[in-house]
């Protein structure tokens, strides 16, 4: 499979993908990466729908999630949250400390 152009919210999409990856990782459970769902093809990925504001893409996805809120506040405060131990099905997840530096950048309006 030969690499392609990816935008900015799908590589934002696969950074949370690899990081909820390495959470599994993290309480022990094997990752079989046949039983998982990924979706590489650049029919659906390059697609209008998975392109901004199409109904696939990871900026609609995250404007319905966060509603009235505003969007920038919605992705800052779930994903501050990562700084956190956080507490899954009865699991400890060990807070992301690289969250701030590897993954949100604040903007300074």
């Known amino acids: 499979m030969s690499p ?6 799908g590589k934002i999409a696969a950074t949370l993908g690899a990081i909820g990856v390495l959470a599994m990782a ?5 990752i079989v990466p046949e ?3 990924i979706i590489t093809d650049p029919k659906v990925v390059d697609s209008p ?7 696939l ?8 999630l966060a509603g009235e809120e505003n969007t920038d506040s919605f992705i ?10 956080q507490s899954v099905n ?6 992301r400390s690289g969250m701030r530096t590897k ?5 300074q309006d």
């Open 57 to 64: 893409s990871f900026g609609f996805l995250i404007s319905e």
């Open 26 to 30: 993290s309480l022990g459970r094997e």
């Open 90 to 95: 009865g699991y400890t997840i060990p807070a």
């Open 49 to 55: 729908m998975a392109t901004y504001p199409g109904t």
């Open 4 to 9: 392609h152009p990816v935008s900015f919210f």
């Open 103 to 107: 993954v949100l950048v604040v903007r």
């Open 76 to 85: 800052v405060d779930w994903l501050t949250q990562w700084e956190q131990n």
């Open 35 to 37: 039983k998982e769902l």
